[in-house]
């Protein structure tokens, strides 16, 4: 079975800084997704970026930027000019390219913005 | 569109009783997909359909737990009887299709549950 690893219970950041949210994964699958989700006090889920394990370009949206290690198995979340409206929880999630088509989630990160 | 709509928001009920969640996914989404969230276990998927056709229910915890989904716009999780331990946010996500990996699961609001 898949699983899903955040090293990082919590971590902070001055706004306007760069943080990274650490993400490990284990499969034994060669083809799979990974998605970073944030989960701010409202509850909402909200995908905030998205990965294929093929593709060897790293994605980015925005001020979000992933770092993707195939080999180490490593899927990192980097926030450039943090913001205030950052402050939430990071879920890492995992979804196989075939067959079960459930997100497996990490713990998540509480990441807090420092005015 | 509205988004995935859930009901309750909160629900406190007592041990022992029948609880009902339901929800709406997005218009035209075929796969539906219901989570748990608790601080011990995280987020895990219950259950999930596609095409009102339930395909892995391997995450349902125990019998208490049942869903149905009878037709596209509507799925209910009942638990019964209830009990503390199941005191949690029950997630609904829709996803337009399953395969590729811009078919992004919407998530609803939640609804906070908690069993006294």
């Known amino acids: 079975a898949q699983t899903v690893t955040q090293s990082q219970p919590e971590m902070s950041v001055q706004e306007a800084e760069t943080v990274t949210l650490s993400c490990t994964y284990d499969t034994s699958e060669s083809d799979y997704y990974l998605f970073w989700y944030k989960q701010p006090p409202s509850r909402q889920m909200i995908l905030v970026i998205r990965q294929e394990a093929y593709k060897q370009q790293n994605a980015t949206e925005n001020r979000f930027s992933v770092n993707f290690q195939k080999a180490a198995k490593s899927f990192s979340l980097k926030i450039s000019d943090s913001q205030l409206g950052d402050a939430a929880m990071y879920f890492c999630?995992?979804?196989?390219?075939?067959?079960?088509?459930?997100?497996?989630f990490g713990q998540g990160t509480r990441l807090t913005i420092n005015p | 569109d509205a988004g995935v709509i859930q009901s309750p928001r909160h629900e406190v009920t007592e041990m022992g009783q029948e609880v009902t969640l339901r929800c709406k996914p997005i218009?035209?989404?075929?796969?539906l997909f219901w989570y748990r969230q608790t601080m011990m276990r995280g987020l895990e998927l219950l259950i999930y359909f596609n095409n009102n056709v339930p395909i892995d229910d391997s995450g349902m915890p125990e019998d208490r737990f049942s869903a149905k989904m009878p037709n596209a716009s509507f799925s209910t999780l009942k638990i019964q009887p209830s009990e503390p331990r199941d005191s949690a946010v029950y997630f609904c996500?829709?996803?337009?299709?399953?395969?590729?990996?811009?078919?992004?699961?919407?998530f609803g609001p939640g609804t906070r549950l908690t069993v006294l």
């Open positions: 999630a995992y979804r196989s390219a075939m067959g079960a088509q459930k997100l497996v």
């Open positions: 218009s035209g989404h075929d796969y």
């Open positions: 996500a829709s996803s337009l299709r399953a395969r590729a990996y811009t078919d992004t699961q919407y």
